[in-house]
């Protein structure tokens, strides 16, 4: 007799993290509507698995509708991250994480991308501002598309959409290691990146557990200031995480020790 996903999900302490991807980027009526079906349908069939969108709360078209009430995880690209109605749904209870592919901030407003062509930094201040936001999770489409570079080593164009258009390490974090004598993936400059910028954030939620929760968001607020607008200076991010890691040491004292 087979269990019920849900019951085997809770039964194995797993209830938390598991979601459904229930559509990617809903972009017009009938695919929001498809939405709200499969929402529907997991929500009653499926209580306790949450239901995952790439999708930002408020619609592009509102003819569309709403998807409130069918997703439960919303995940807007950050060109389209609009901080009122995200606050909105965290107070609701629902979470929220965030994501990029391509280049696709609006002009003058651009976003960190994740391409070779643009500095380190954008790889690892996204989480500073998943942190801002009260951000939970990060979401990128994939790490070793490669099939269509040929050899990655070489061809830095891993994403062609077009005879104009191309996109350099675009959905590709890791690099093949057979090609280099290595069994194994090997992890790129830029993957490394984001790992610090992970340890960025859990400095943050350590101090914020500490009781140090605003000095934190102080940190946060003064390098990033929007999903359009940062400190480029690494240095300055790199003397933040010295600043965060001397007062959580601070916090570790202690009373009266020096």
């Known amino acids: 007799m087979s269990m019920n996903p849900s019951r085997y999900l809770k039964a194995n302490g797993c209830e ?50 709403t998807l409130v009430g069918s997703v439960d ?15 909105q749904r965290l107070r609701a209870g629902d979470e929220l994480w965030s ?4 280049c696709q901030g609006k002009p003058g407003a651009d ?6 062509d643009f500095p380190l930094l954008d790889y690892r201040i996204p989480l500073w501002m998943n942190w801002r936001y009260g951000i939970t999770g990060l979401l990128y489409w994939t790490m070793v598309n490669w099939e269509s570079a040929g050899d990655v080593w070489t061809n830095t164009v891993t994403y062609q959409p077009g005879p104009k258009t191309c996109y350099n390490g675009e959905g590709a974090l890791f690099y093949p290691g057979v090609d280099a004598g290595f069994a194994g993936p090997v992890a790129s400059i830029r993957l490394k990146q984001i790992r610090e910028g992970l340890e960025d954030y ?7 557990d500490a009781g140090e929760g605003e000095f934190a968001m102080q940190t946060v607020q003064a390098l ?13 991010l790199q003397e933040a995480r010295e600043k965060l890691a001397q007062r959580l040491i601070q916090k570790a004292k202690p009373p009266g020790a020096k």
Not at 73 to 87: D, G, K
Not at 99 to 102: E, G, V
């Open 73 to 87: 995880i919303w995940v807007p690209l950050w060109a389209l991250f609009e901080e009122r109605s995200a606050a």
């Open 111 to 116: 976003t960190p991308y994740w391409e070779i």
């Open 224 to 236: 990033a200031r929007s999903w359009s607008d940062w400190d480029t200076n690494p240095a300055h």
């Open 202 to 208: 859990e400095y943050l939620k350590l101090l914020a």
């Open 16 to 65: 938390k993290l598991a979601y459904i991807y229930v559509l990617d980027e809903p972009n017009d009526a009938k695919a929001y509507e498809e939405v709200r079906q499969r929402g529907k349908f997991i929500h009653e069939t499926q209580p306790g698995i949450k239901v995952l969108c790439t999708e930002q709360p408020i619609p592009d078209d509102p003819a569309w509708g």
């Open 99 to 102: 994501y990029t592919a391509l």
